[in-house]
């Protein structure tokens, strides 16, 4: 994190699954571990799941064990 300001949620959101890779997370789980609402951290991961570096589907979150909408980091 730079210093002199605080991170955004997407940019915590982003360090939090880098600092995961491989695990899925629903984002409810997200927001709780970034310590944003859930609606802050849907709008966070919408345009990750977009790019190459994130998944995003359904599937089964390593936190809560909730099948639903997932993302997960698949490289740094
Ligand atoms: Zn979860």
């Known amino acids: 994190m730079r210093s002199g300001r605080t991170a955004t949620v997407p940019e915590r959101v982003l360090n939090f699954l880098r ?4 695990e899925t997370f629903c984002d409810d789980c997200i927001a709780k571990n970034v310590s944003a609402n859930r609606y802050m951290a849907q709008q966070a991961t919408l345009p990750f799941g977009l790019t190459s570096d994130f998944n995003r589907g359904h599937g089964k979150c390593t936190v809560c064990g909730s099948m639903k909408l997932v993302i997960k980091a698949v490289k740094h």
């Open 19 to 22: 600092d995961h890779l491989g």
